[in-house]
């Protein structure tokens, strides 16, 4: 039983022709590493295109129009806030609308940053050696080799292999979805996704692959518009979040707030009673996460007869796993060790023991990604011949874009931070609105938060909402312990663009999911997780005793 062709089949890579006319190679266009795409490239028609074409020319009148209304708009704030207000609009408007590459965007927001003088270039660009970069490099590396030796595809076939999953796009969008956010809970969000992203690429060539041998759309169609597609791959990045949520060590934000909660309150929130805390929440959002995702993105198929047949034909076709394939398993099992070995130190000895700290510090991500990248070129797969299981060409054709968007994204959270903006805001958006009780500080937090989660990273967000929390609130005579552990829970709600977490970034540079789809998904997500949040914190901190 199929359902209908999708509303948008677009050409993409054609490989060969049939009867019909020229046929999509969907796997060289799935894992063939496209993400930015030019309107050309695109190869849309009809209205879509003409969307496409009117969002693009509006960016590029509106950004530079925003920047300058913004920069001579008489206000009474500091003149290197005000400068970095004007950039920071511009860019995001290059970043909905796409005008030009949003790597591009990001670059010319920095040296723009740097020309009206809001601090030192060596300030401005110190961000770019942070370890969230090397752990992009390295994690998008270990993911190239598991396209490149298919590892992903194998691993794909495996899960649809499942009795039951494989039948239904809705049960493998689930079973994605929950695997993240367990894994999510003890392994950082972007180690997680990357580690998954293959995978979920793999399954989703073999379900364009099935769809178009069916029948299902065009031969011709471009398989990474399909919704189906964007429904997986939201479900990888913002399942990741969720799922950040549940441990005190699943996110940086989480140990950044509950470290400046601890700090100016005195009060020490137990690893137990942060799971206590989160575990109803990320529950109710990862059924919400289901509910609106696939009502945004709705799969063009929900069944497809004969895939379990397909699927055994493939794995028999397979054979056994080869030398390059093992190497890859290797590398990767070394990192995600890696990876878990300050989540169970911080199990075992505290997060506030000097081995945490040791271990933290001397095997953060980054390091452990590089460590698993830089063993792709040192294991073997042809001893007499010197092949090792990567080359530096491999590594060449990772997603540069992507890591050159998100280190944007974090110099603009640090400008945000530095320059005092970001507090100007909070104090600005307090006095203009009244806000004095504890449940109107509690929804300000959490707003706040998402809000300056959208436009920088998570990370910046809880660094920067949290320290204004807390003098707010007690200002006002409230208790800051709910409104601020709200606004850290509300950090990781950065939904709607890709420079918002590193995971958005990752599921955005496979070239699969669009600006405005991510944007209708996301903000449908953050308005209701920020509901959520508001209500739940304070009953949740009662019931567990925080602060008690």
């Known amino acids: 039983m199929t359902s209908t062709v999708p509303e948008q089949p677009q050409k993409a890579t054609p490989a060969s022709t049939t009867a019909e006319g020229p046929r999509t190679d969907v796997e060289q266009a799935l894992l063939g590493g496209s993400t930015y795409r030019s309107l050309s490239e695109l190869g849309r028609s009809g209205a879509e295109a003409k969307f496409e074409k009117g969002r693009r020319l509006v960016g590029w009148f509106l950004a530079p129009a925003v ?152 031969p011709d169609f471009d398989p990474m518009t399909l919704r189906v597609g964007a429904a997986l791959m939201l479900m990888l990045a913002y399942g990741a979040s969720v799922g950040g949520l549940l441990t005190p060590v699943g996110s940086p934000p989480n140990l950044i707030g509950r470290g400046l909660i601890e700090e100016a309150t005195g009060e020490r929130i137990s690893f137990g009673q942060w799971m206590l805390t989160a575990l109803p929440i990320c529950l109710l959002m990862f059924v919400i996460l289901f509910v609106v995702l696939l009502l945004i993105n709705k799969p063009e198929v929900r069944r497809i007869e004969g895939v379990e047949e397909y699927i055994r034909e493939q794995r028999a076709a397979q054979g056994p796993m080869s030398r390059a394939e ?117 929804a300000f937090a959490v707003l706040l938060a998402i809000v300056i989660s959208e436009t920088t990273s998570n990370t910046a967000s809880a660094a920067v909402v949290v320290p204004i929390i807390i003098p707010l609130a007690a200002a006002t005579g409230v208790d800051p312990l709910v409104p601020a552990l709200a606004a850290t829970f509300a950090a990781s709600l950065g939904f709607m663009l890709p420079v918002s977490t590193p995971q958005n970034a990752i599921v955005y540079g496979t070239g699969c999911v669009s600006m405005p789809r991510m944007i209708r998904s996301g903000i449908a997500f953050d308005i209701i997780g920020g509901v959520l949040i508001t209500l739940t914190i304070p009953t949740m901190v009662a019931l567990t005793n925080i602060g008690g």
């Open 326 to 442: 093992k190497n890859t398993v290797v590398a990767f099992a070394v990192t995600v060790s890696l990876w878990l070995v300050p989540a169970v130190v911080g199990l075992v000895a505290g997060t506030g023991s000097e081995a945490y700290a040791l271990v933290d510090d001397r095997l953060n991500e980054g390091v452990a990604a590089v460590i698993g990248a830089a063993l792709l070129f040192i294991l073997p797969v042809n001893w007499s011949e010197q092949e090792a299981t990567m080359t530096w060409k491999d590594a060449g054709q990772i997603d540069w874009g992507t890591i050159l968007l998100f280190g944007t994204g974090i110099i603009f959270g640090a400008m945000l931070s530095a320059t005092g903006l970001a507090e100007t805001i909070g104090n600005g958006a307090a006095n203009t609105f009244g806000i004095t009780s504890a449940f109107a500080i509690t």
């Open 67 to 218: 920047s300058l209304l913004f920069f001579f708009l008489p206000m009474d704030i500091p003149g290197e806030q005000q400068s970095l207000a004007a950039v920071l609009l511009g860019v995001v408007v290059l970043w909905i609308c796409e005008p030009i590459p949003i790597p591009i965007g990001g670059l010319i927001g920095v040296s723009a940053i740097i020309l009206l003088g809001v601090a030192p270039s060596d300030e401005v660009l110190a961000p770019f050696g942070s370890t969230t970069i090397f752990t992009f490099i390295g994690a998008f590396i270990l993911a190239q080799a598991m396209l490149k030796h298919g590892v992903a595809q194998r691993i794909a076939f495996a899960i649809l292999a499942i009795p039951g999953v494989g039948r239904s796009t809705f049960r493998t969008i689930i079973a994605f979805g929950a695997i993240t956010c367990i894994l999510s809970a003890f392994v950082s969000n972007t180690a997680t996704v990357a580690m998954l992203m293959p995978t979920a690429l793999g399954i989703l060539a073999v379900i364009a692959k099935l769809m178009q041998d069916q029948g299902v759309v065009r």
